[in-house]
């Protein structure tokens, strides 16, 4: 076994600066007797090139099981099949002399016309970061690293090697870093990879806030920090911000200047030493990560795997008169239009997610399979998204089926020229023409219709959702989604699914709209705090599905909420306690998700946020009662003056239910908050943060009762009126004749002085 500090001590400066860089395209480390690391893309599966030496990103790599997108898999809300993706991905890794996996990404999905969402999780943190540990856990606990990416506030495609991420700081903890802080704190990824953009005008890698401060020493973080690939402008400053891992290298130029750089003292050679040895903890860590390899692999398992994810993250938006599940009994024959029935797209496009399957399933294939000699299964184009001359032809095909059947199903989505990739973003969020106009012309011969969507992101759909009686969120679903699509198009799985991203009914709803996607090399966040479903809800825009929102071809009743205190402080937890019974007739699963709504706050919060989530199996007429515990955070907002998590005291509603717009239990619990620091008065103070403050309101009335006879504070309208100024504007307006024999300034001075000499006391810092 490697002793990492003998080791170092026998290495060069140049073999010390060497292991900064990468060796290859995929490769680090590999000098004396340090073996290689190597590292391949992720998230959907082990994009290993052929040949280790070139890129692998439009061809040329191993066959490998291809998983459904990171939107499908959050679509789950299921954390024990995150771990199960994560142990998969582990064995064949394994399988291939892989060591570490590039992912998973958890980005938020700040607007859905981002190129990349596909390969994120959520627009929300919370959920986002479970799935993400998980999914690490599964790894990991298998012998295989994580690069945990894109650290941070990589959100949009658009400029992304330069644009600047312009965002307040409270947003960017409460939205842009929570996701990475629970991965980081419960799975502790072997590396993190930087971002290609800006944050406030620091590149990512070289930001002392982001790096320095808030990843090493406030989240004590200390493995290996990998840049994306060609991010790094200056190899220094990333040093100095602990960046371990320039990629891809070698950059011999780079190294033999950052030698020259180290020589001239102006870096400390223990920020090098500090780097190194961490690099050579990942390389143990990739050595002692062999055991768990494995004589054999069961790639049909692994398929097994990638269908189950499929089946839980497949969506159920809409099934208005129970058009669906297909039941044998009731249907002789079934239509199915769309080149998506057999020609799926698995995944998007772009260098991480470029997967050759090992196999893949048909969804027209899978359909005759289950329908059996029981139901005649048609087929018809019904479209052409590579030759459009071909739609009025198809179009009147299709029509002329769909009045012989019962059933018709047509599948449609994004065309491969519209790729939702990496490298660029979205420029359309709607289905061709053709097939809307497909869906349209259909749907009028044949009511009894279902919609199956491909998809990395969401799409609007206006002018046809409303002709549609069902429509099924399928995903890109990997290359078991055609038999999970099959599965549950004939009722042999229930859907599960519920979005993890609200599918607004106009993409001009979004927050994000008026500031995408940025200009003269910056996108400004004004939007807040307010992205996705929080945004929505403070704005009382019903979008056209929201978060959280899936159906089931059974029924769950929420039939109570308990807790086991009605009052606690922000030491303490509250354990919430719900009962959920299945009440229809198959045996189903359902999401229990838990919201935290603040009655009142001193910042502009949400209306609710997601805070915990649970999906639990129920057999029909089976009752469960799932326990939550909630603690400070959960209660708490990033507050800039104290620069941490407060908790103000006050009720707070706990809301449970099907989706964050349909609540179906709630209770109240009251909060006080143990935090004595009292504020800080300065003459731009307001009257009303006087009136606040105990102290403050006692010394400051006292004051406007000396400053003039005119100045009634007992009425109503002139106290709003004052709330609002600060007091050297109260004395100008009311304090004239005062002035003539006072000095403004002094006493002014005087007050603040006590006030904040008596809130120390208070305090027991005095």
């Keep these: 076994m490697m002793e990492i500090d003998e080791i170092y001590s026998t290495l060069t400066l140049e073999e010390k600066v060497s292991l900064l860089f990468g060796k290859g395209m995929w490769e680090i480390a590999g000098i004396r007797d340090i073996p290689d690391v190597i590292m391949v893309d992720g998230p959907h599966g082990v994009r ?68 990349r969402n596909f390969e994120y999780l959520s627009e929300d943190p919370i959920l986002a970061g479970e799935i993400a540990s998980a999914y690490i856990n599964g790894l990991q606990e298998n012998g295989i690293g994580t690069s945990l990416k894109h650290y941070a506030a990589n959100n949009s495609e658009f400029e992304r090697m330069t644009i600047s991420s312009e965002v307040d700081e409270r947003t960017l903890r409460e939205i842009y870093l929570t996701a990475f802080e629970i991965a980081v704190k419960k799975s502790n990824p072997w590396l993190v990879m930087t971002s290609y953009n800006k944050v406030n005008g620091y590149r990512s890698e070289e930001n002392p806030l982001l790096m320095n401060q808030i990843l090493r020493s406030e989240w004590n973080y200390n493995g290996v920090t990998i840049s994306d690939w060609g991010a790094v402008t200056n190899r220094l400053k990333g040093l100095q911000a602990t960046l371990d891992i320039e990629m891809p290298g070698p950059s011999l130029s780079r190294q033999k200047q950052l030698v020259e750089q180290i020589r001239n003292s102006e870096v400390d050679e223990a920020v090098i030493e500090a780097s190194v040895k961490r690099i050579l903890e990942l390389v143990v860590k990739a050595i002692e990560g062999k055991k768990f390899a494995k004589d054999t692999y069961d790639f049909d398992q692994h398929h097994l795997i990638a269908k189950q994810v499929a089946v839980e993250g497949t969506v159920l938006l809409k099934n208005d008169n129970d058009v669906l599940p297909i039941k044998k009994e009731k249907t002789k024959s079934v239509l199915v239009i769309g080149q998506h029935a057999i020609n799926p797209r698995i995944g998007g496009k772009g260098g991480s997610a470029m997967v050759t399957p090992y196999s893949l399933d048909i969804p027209l294939e899978k359909m005759k399979e289950i329908a059996g000699d029981d139901i005649t299964i048609h087929y018809v184009s019904g479209y052409d998204d590579f030759d459009p001359s071909k739609n009025e032809m198809n179009q009147k095909e299709a029509i002329a089926l769909a009045k012989q059947v019962d059933k ?44 199956v969507l491909s998809n990395g992101s969401p799409l609007t759909m206006t002018g046809w959702i409303d002709q549609v009686p069902a429509l099924v969120e399928g995903w890109f679903a990997g290359q078991a989604g055609g038999s999970a699509i099959a599965d549950i198009l004939f009722g042999l799985a229930n859907p599960s699914g519920k979005l993890s991203e609200t599918f607004p009914e106009h993409m001009a709803h979004n927050p994000a709209h008026l500031t995408y996607p940025g200009e003269n090399g910056k996108v400004h966040y004004h939007e807040g705090v307010f992205v996705g479903y929080r945004y929505y809800d403070k704005k009382n825009i019903k979008p056209l599905f929201p978060f959280g929102h899936g159906l089931s071809y059974t029924e769950f009743t929420y039939e109570s909420i308990q807790v086991n205190k009605k009052a606690i402080n922000d030491t303490e937890t509250v354990e919430v306690s719900v009962t959920v019974r299945n009440s229809g007739a198959m045996d189903g699963m359902e999401v229990i998700q838990l919201y935290v709504h603040d009655y009142e706050s001193s910042v502009i919060r949400p209306l609710k946020e997601l805070k915990k989530f649970e999906k639990v199996h129920l057999q029909s007429g089976e009752a469960k009662q799932i326990t939550f515990t909630l603690a400070k955070r959960d209660f708490a907002f990033y507050d800039m003056a104290s620069q941490g998590w407060r908790v103000e005291t006050g009720l707070f509603d706990l809301l449970v239910g099907r989706s964050v717009a349909d609540i179906r239990l709630s209770t109240t619990i009251h909060v006080t908050s143990t935090e004595v620091k009292k ?23 006292e004051f406007f009762a000396q ?12 106290l709003s009126f004052l709330k609002e100024c600060p007091i050297p504007a109260v004395i100008s307006l009311f304090g004239q004749k005062w002035m003539d024999t006072n000095d403004a300034g002094a006493a002014l001075d005087q007050l603040i002085a006590q006030v904040n000499h008596e809130n120390k006391t208070s305090e027991g810092g005095l």
């Design 408 to 451: 018709v199903i047509i599948f449609a989505g994004i065309p491969e020229e519209l790729e939702e990739a990496e490298g660029f973003d979205k420029e359309v969020t709607k289905l061709p023409e053709s097939q809307i106009n497909l869906i349209l012309s259909v749907v009028q011969e044949q009511p009894n219709m279902t919609v």
């Design 679 to 701: 504020p800080v008065f300065t003459q731009k103070s307001l009257t009303k943060e006087w009136l606040q403050d105990e102290n403050g309101k006692k010394i400051i009335m």
């Design 707 to 718: 400053l003039s006879d005119e100045l009634n504070v007992k009425d109503k309208y002139t």
């Design 48 to 115: 290993k090139p052929i040949d280790i030496h070139t890129t692998g990103i439009f061809e040329g790599n191993n066959a490998a099981t291809a998983f459904p997108i990171l939107g499908a898999l959050s679509s789950t809300w299921n954390v024990d099949l995150a771990y199960q993706v994560g142990e998969t991905l582990a064995n064949e890794c394994h399988h291939y002399g892989v060591h570490v996996l590039l992912a998973p990404g958890v980005n938020i999905k700040r607007t859905p016309l981002g190129g």
